[in-house]
């Protein structure tokens, strides 16, 4: 019980300023930027991802989908050969395929709430790790990719995650050309990506969003919920 209750103390992040200034700190929810627990359940999350993105287009022929073979090669018997009844057999050269891969749908969806667990890892990881980047605004005195990759460089920041808002599209507009960086949408906050990139950068107001959107889901759940009241057969079935 004190390790579960120790996972939700709130913790404190840095916040940097418009000028890329360490500013000074705002407390978050520990359930969703300070999780800890078991690493399983990001590495399911990723391979789901990864199963998504693939294609399944993968095909081979069966006997019955080649071309020819329709009439026996020869008799079946006084030939001394092997009997055979068609030149398609999957035995034979240019025959069809036994249980070669046919197009498929690979994609599976993984509980919701395991999902946001596995994000709530990923964003825990990235702060703990002091790789976490709270700015006031993504703001530009002009939309140039010269002055976006500057903001960044000035960060400290070489190959981040850039998470956006709808107030932020003017610098998704001048960074999203940056080879080194990615920029996505808050809506398509994603697990693969968080960990795919060494840095994470984003508002406080896209944080406060983050928080909202998960604090609610990782919350700990009441210890009457967790352990049988005093009294109740909770304990070993006898």
């Not at 020819?68 to 009844?85: D, E, H, L, N, S």
């Not at 498929?104 to 667990?117: C, E, G, L, T, V």
């Not at 850039?162 to 599209?169: M, N, P």
Request: aromatic share 8%.
């Amino acid at each position: 019980m004190a390790r579960r209750a120790a996972q939700y103390n709130p913790v404190k992040l840095p916040l940097y300023s418009a000028a890329q200034e360490r500013t000074g700190e705002a407390e978050f929810a520990g359930a969703v930027f300070g999780r800890e627990g078991d690493n399983s359940v990001v590495h399911e999350a990723v391979q789901m991802q990864l199963a998504k993105r693939r294609s399944g287009t993968a095909s081979t022929k069966t006997r019955g989908l080649i071309a020819g073979g329709g009439r026996k090669p020869w008799r079946q018997k006084g030939t001394g050969r092997a009997r055979a009844g068609s030149t398609r057999s999957p035995i034979w050269r240019s025959g069809g395929t036994i249980f070669g891969p046919v197009p498929r749908d690979y994609s599976y969806q993984m509980p919701k709430k395991a999902w946001r667990r596995a994000l709530c890892l990923a964003l825990s990881d990235r702060a703990r790790g002091g790789k976490l980047y709270i700015v006031e605004a993504l703001s530009l005195a002009e939309p140039k990719t010269k002055h976006a990759k500057a903001f960044l460089e000035k960060l400290g920041v070489s190959h981040a995650l850039i998470v956006f808002g709808e107030a932020d599209k003017g610098f998704y507009r001048a960074a999203r050309n940056l080879a080194a960086h990615k920029m996505l949408a808050l809506a398509g906050l994603n697990v693969f990506d968080l960990l795919n990139y060494d840095e994470l950068v984003m508002t406080e107001a896209t944080a406060r969003a983050i928080e909202a959107r998960l604090g609610a889901d990782a919350a700990p759940a009441e210890p009457s919920a967790i352990e049988p009241a005093a009294g109740t057969n909770g304990g070993e079935a006898r």
